[in-house]
């Protein structure tokens, strides 16, 4: 999903992750985050990625996205990853992941799937 400055302001923030994660969104560009909704897309195992406007401003929102993590250091904290629009355009964008617990959250699928896999 593409998003422009800001994404997540506003107040049912909570309701708004649950609903992109539920049509398949896995990750969100955008120039900017509100901070609740950038953590509250963590727990529901969706990927926040800040970009650049220069970039922003030549996506049409039609693309098919790729978004490579490096294999060296995997997703971790402030990684930067490699996104291809529609095999052709490439680009690199910033995971904003704060910390090593939201990583982790991350690479489980979310809060509930990481507490489910925690009662195994």
Known sequence: ?????????GSPRDWATKGLYIIGVRAVLAISFHSNFRANLIKVGILPIKIDSQVYDHLAGSESFSIEVPQSTG???????????????????????????EAKLLVNGGLLSQTFQSLK
């Open 75 to 101: 997703l971790i904290p402030k990684a930067e990853v490699t996104i291809t629009a529609d095999s052709s355009f490439l680009c690199a964008g910033q995971a904003l992941l704060e910390n090593e617990y």
């Open 1 to 9: 999903m593409i998003a422009g400055e800001q994404f997540g302001r």
